[in-house]
């Protein structure tokens, strides 16, 4: 196939076995993960699975094995249905889908039959509404990311100026879907919970996020997670990460550390104590 599954659409070749293009594959490692929201990993871990290959170019990214290194190996849609079942049988209370995108097709035939928990859609919000509609009644939970809300960081620092426009109909199209937020005993069962990392240098871009988020949703219709573990990665300087591939759309990570360097800061963010001045929404 000629693959346009994401909003860069840059027509790389696919095959059962090999992919090319921004992304790359193959299905990378999975297992019980523990360090989720609260609601979403719950007491017995979240059956995550991780996909090899990212449409996103993150200087900061934390799972840069995974997502530029391609770390993991072929697997195929009778066994990553497998894999969905063995975790279920591990006490998984949900399965939770690491940066499935890419691979949207094939999710949705091992999603098939319809698996006795929830499944979570993990995602860094760069989604074509084209492809998300592959997955309806498919997924029950969405957990985008949405990083930025202005395009000169989103082409700064992840290669992807049209990030904010991409993801707001993204998020909008995942709300569609699954409609307002559902927990039941302490577990999110339906709904979308959207991620913001604070970055050092980058506020601004925390408060706009913040704004739309709150001014696109009613109270009571999403959930919102602010998060404060900013670590410096090696991709801060912009070493170690490899050159954004075919692209239709504005983009492409810089290359010279000195584009990245207030993200070398080491110290935590707390998201509450540095917004505070400039006011957080009232919606939120």
């Given at each position: 196939?000629?693959?346009t599954?994401?909003?860069?659409?840059?027509?790389?070749?696919?095959?059962?076995?090999?992919?090319?293009?921004?992304?790359?594959?193959?299905?990378?490692?999975?297992?019980?993960?523990?360090?989720?929201?609260?609601?979403?990993?719950?007491?017995?871990?979240?059956?995550?699975?991780f996909?090899?290959?990212?449409?996103?170019?993150?200087?900061?990214?934390?799972n840069?094995?995974?997502?530029?290194?391609?770390?993991?190996?072929?697997?195929?849609?009778?066994?990553?249905?497998?894999?969905?079942?063995?975790?279920?049988?591990?006490?998984?209370?949900?399965i939770?889908?690491?940066?499935?995108?890419?691979?949207?097709?094939?999710?949705?035939?091992?999603?098939?039959?319809?698996?006795?928990?929830?499944?979570?859609?993990?995602?860094?919000?760069?989604?074509?509404?084209?492809?998300?509609r592959?997955?309806?009644?498919?997924?029950?939970?969405?957990?985008?990311?949405?990083?930025?809300?202005?395009?000169?960081?989103?082409?700064?620092?992840?290669?992807?100026?049209?990030?904010?426009?991409?993801?707001?109909?993204?998020?909008?199209?995942?709300?569609?879907?699954?409609?307002?937020?559902?927990?039941?005993?302490?577990?999110?069962?339906?709904?979308?919970?959207?991620?913001?990392?604070?970055?050092?240098?980058?506020?601004?871009?925390?408060?706009?996020?913040?704004?739309?988020?709150?001014?696109?949703?009613?109270?009571?219709?999403?959930?919102?997670?602010?998060?404060?573990?900013?670590?410096?990665?090696p991709?801060?300087?912009?070493?170690?990460?490899?050159?954004?591939?075919?692209?239709?759309?504005?983009?492409?990570?810089?290359?010279?550390?000195?584009?990245?360097?207030?993200?070398?800061?080491?110290?935590?963010?707390?998201?509450?104590?540095?917004?505070?001045?400039?006011?957080?929404?009232?919606?939120?």
């Amino acid at each position: 196939m000629r693959c346009t599954l994401c909003p860069r659409m840059c027509g790389a070749e696919r095959t059962e076995t090999r992919g090319e293009g921004f992304c790359r594959m193959p299905a990378g490692p999975a297992g019980l993960h523990m360090w989720e929201e609260p609601v979403i990993s719950g007491t017995r871990g979240s059956g995550t699975v991780f996909f090899s290959g990212c449409t996103l170019g993150c200087v900061f990214c934390q799972n840069h094995e995974i997502s530029a290194q391609g770390v993991g190996k072929p697997v195929t849609v009778e066994r990553l249905g497998e894999i969905f079942r063995e975790l279920i049988r591990q006490g998984a209370h949900n399965i939770n889908l690491v940066t499935p995108g890419h691979f949207a097709p094939w999710v949705a035939r091992a999603l098939e039959p319809a698996l006795p928990v929830p499944v979570v859609c993990n995602t860094g919000g760069y989604e074509r509404v084209e492809t998300l509609r592959l997955l309806e009644g498919k997924v029950q939970v969405y957990l985008p990311d949405m990083k930025y809300a202005l395009e000169e960081p989103a082409r700064q620092l992840s290669g992807a100026g049209d990030y904010p426009t991409a993801a707001r109909a993204a998020i909008r199209e995942m709300f569609r879907q699954v409609g307002p937020w559902e927990i039941r005993e302490g577990l999110l069962v339906r709904g979308v919970l959207i991620r913001h990392l604070v970055l050092p240098g980058q506020l601004g871009n925390t408060r706009r996020v913040i704004d739309w988020v709150a001014e696109t949703f009613r109270p009571g219709e999403v959930l919102f997670s602010l998060m404060s573990q900013y670590t410096p990665q090696p991709g801060a300087s912009a070493r170690g990460r490899r050159p954004p591939g075919p692209t239709r759309h504005p983009g492409g990570v810089s290359g010279g550390g000195a584009v990245y360097g207030k993200l070398r800061h080491p110290g935590r963010l707390h998201p509450g104590a540095h917004l505070r001045p400039g006011g957080i929404h009232p919606g939120l």
